[in-house]
Structures are given as structure tokens and as C-alpha cells.
Antibody, heavy 122, light 107 residues
Framework: EVQLLESGGGLVQPGGSLRLSCAASGFPFSSCAMNWVRQAPGKGLEWVSTISGGGYSIYYADSVKGRFTISRDDSQNTLYLHMNSLRAEDTAVYYC???????????????WGQGSLVTVSS | DIQMTQSPSSLSASVGDRVTITCRASQGISNYLAWYQQKPGKVPKLLIFAASTLQSGVPSRFSGSGSGTDFTLTISSLQPEDVATYYCQKYNIAPSTFGGGTKVEIK
């Protein structure tokens, strides 16, 4: 059974930093592209970042480029999102999501974690 | 970047009605289009990928069609458990953009 479990969310002041983690199980993690998607309160879904299996290809939304860093530890089956220079508009539930197939890095997302709330406020 | 526009933003229909949601891409994306269902307070769920392929376990009343720039999600007979917000997502190339969502309610 595929499981994705996010952790690391919380309250942070504007300009602060936070690291989200997503522990994965139930599938060959190292072979699979992984993603972060966020949803601000009462708003729609926003793709944040994608990393290929092995970490060779990485993509970011313009809204987070230069501030967020996606990474993965395939030995620990864990995905990370390092968030720096946080702004109020980064307040959202952050989901990790698994790519639907191993064939393509940019893909649909067939499994999602339960989400981790990040609140940026003074 | 390619923009994804969904319409309508919300709709209200009766149980048993046929419901159609449209997603338009600002440039052609072939069939690299997925649809998701998000029930209130829940995690998004993949319904359809490759524009028309039903994800395993999804009821057959859901169907998708389209290619290029214009896509539709159809619910052939709306059920109470289909109350949710539906999102399209394009995934031909990065960025992997979502549409703004369509909220479906029961009349």
C-alpha cells in the first residue's frame, strides 16, 4: 500500500525558514518522480516543485524559485522541501504527491499525502 | 507559460443530472491532461489521466474527453457523493499547472 506522510509544518515568522519532509512507502521510491503541491486556505491547488527519481531533474514554480529547494534521500525514502524567505502568501497546506508512472518526470499525481499546514505570520 | 482555464467556476445540479466541466489550455498540450476530485476537507484524488483514461477504482459515470486545447470532464449521472471541487491539470511540460477549480453542488 502506497503511503505518503508529511511532517515539519507549523507557524513561522515572515522571512523565516522551514523544512517539510514526506516519508514514502509501498512503492520503489528511488525510481519515481515526486512533487509538492500547495493549497492556500479556501483556494485552489498550486503546483510547487518536481524532482525526478534520482534527483537529476528539478523544476519549480516561479512563485517559489530561488526561495524553495526540493531534495530527496532515496536511502531513506524521504522527500524534502526546504523553504526560505517565507512570505504570508506561502501560507498553505503542502501536499507531497507521487508521479503516476515511472516513465515521465512531469506527470499526473496518483497518490497524495494528507498534507502539512504551513502558516507564515508574525 | 500555458494557462489552464476551467468553466464554470461552480454549478448546482440535481441528482441524476449529466454534468459537464470544461478545461481550456492556452496552448496545445496533446492529451497530457488530468482531472482530480477534492471533497470538502479531503485530499485530492486522481480521477482521469491522459485526458480520457479512468484511474483504477473510479466509477464509470466519470469520463473525460478532448485533446489539444479543449477538454471536458463529464459525470453521466450526478450522485450525492460527487459533491466536490474538480480540478484539471496539464502535465506535458513544466510548470504542471492546475485549473482554478469547479465546485459542484447538489440542487
Amino acid at each position: 500500500e502506497v503511503q505518503l506522510l508529511e511532517s515539519g509544518g507549523g507557524l513561522v515568522q515572515p522571512g523565516g525558514s522551514l523544512r517539510l519532509s514526506c516519508a514514502a512507502s509501498g512503492f520503489p521510491f528511488s525510481s519515481c518522480a515526486m512533487n509538492w503541491v500547495r493549497q492556500a486556505p479556501g483556494k485552489g491547488l498550486e503546483w510547487v516543485s518536481t524532482i525526478s527519481g534520482g534527483g537529476y531533474s528539478i523544476y519549480y514554480a516561479d512563485s517559489v524559485k530561488g526561495r524553495f529547494t526540493i531534495s530527496r534521500d532515496d536511502s531513506q525514502n524521504t522527500l524534502y522541501l526546504h523553504m526560505n524567505s517565507l512570505r504570508a502568501e506561502d501560507t498553505a497546506v503542502y501536499y507531497c504527491a507521487k508521479a503516476s508512472s515511472f516513465a515521465f518526470v512531469i506527470n499526473s499525481f496518483d497518490y497524495w499525502g494528507q498534507g502539512s499546514l504551513v502558516t507564515v505570520s508574525s | 507559460d500555458i494557462q489552464m482555464t476551467q468553466s464554470p467556476s461552480s454549478l448546482s445540479a440535481s441528482v441524476g443530472d449529466r454534468v459537464t466541466i470544461t478545461c481550456r489550455a492556452s496552448q496545445g498540450i496533446s492529451n497530457y491532461l488530468a482531472w482530480y476530485q477534492q471533497k470538502p476537507g479531503k485530499v485530492p484524488k486522481l480521477l482521469i489521466f491522459a485526458a480520457s483514461t479512468l484511474q483504477s477504482g473510479v466509477p464509470s459515470r466519470f469520463s473525460g474527453s478532448g485533446s489539444g486545447t479543449d477538454f471536458t470532464l463529464t459525470i453521466s449521472s450526478l450522485q450525492p457523493e460527487d459533491v466536490a471541487t474538480y480540478y484539471c491539470q496539464k502535465y506535458n511540460i513544466a510548470p504542471s499547472t492546475f485549473g482554478g477549480g469547479t465546485k459542484v453542488e447538489i440542487k
